[in-house]
């Protein structure tokens, strides 16, 4: 079982309301193999809402309370995105999710590579804070940018 990012499988989850829908992914998905989570919904951020990023660090460091997340117009963020991985965590549990493949540069999602904090578009190494708390509690996490390497080990393992 996979988690994957709602905003991946067409859902308008993401902050300006819209989706990065992947057509790839859906197989996992057509199969019952894809547990479809936004983690910043389910830690109470509205939608459409103020883009966010990380200030100064990355997900570990969220984690390790040693930076923020702030949101474009200066709102503390940290807490919803704090909840909004435990909650994600909680759902791998739920359903015994081995894998995730997670949206690139995402504050949450990202996993390599986030935006830097600047929000100018700049992408700096790290992961997402749902991308390390499911990678610090043994969950494989895959960007969506290797949507066809995850495919190809889903088939041959009989998807
Ligand atoms: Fe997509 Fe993750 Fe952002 Fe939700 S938090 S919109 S699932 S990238």
Do not use: W
Not at 40 to 56: A, D, F, K, S, Y
Not at 94 to 115: D, M, Q, T
Not at 125 to 141: D, K, Y
């Amino acid at each position: 079982m996979y988690i994957v990012s709602a905003c991946l499988l067409g859902v308008c989850c993401r902050y300006d309301g819209k989706s990065s829908y992947d057509g790839r992914l859906i197989e996992l998905a057509a199969h019952g193999k894809a547990v479809p989570v936004c983690p910043e919904q389910l830690g109470g951020c509205t939608t459409p809402r103020e883009p966010c990023e990380i200030i100064g660090g990355d997900g570990a460091d969220v984690l390790d309370g040693k930076c923020r997340i702030v949101s474009k117009n200066g709102e503390d963020m940290t807490e919803r995105f704090i909840k909004g991985a435990e909650e994600t965590l909680k759902l791998a549990k739920v359903y015994g999710a081995e894998k995730a493949v997670l949206k690139a540069r995402s504050p949450s999602c990202g996993f390599g590579g986030i935006y830097d904090g600047t929000f100018t578009g700049k992408v700096t190494a790290g992961n997402g804070v749902t991308a390390e708390l499911l990678i610090r509690n043994g969950i494989e996490v895959f960007s969506d940018e290797s949507a066809e390497v995850v495919l190809k080990q889903a088939d041959e393992a009989d998807l």
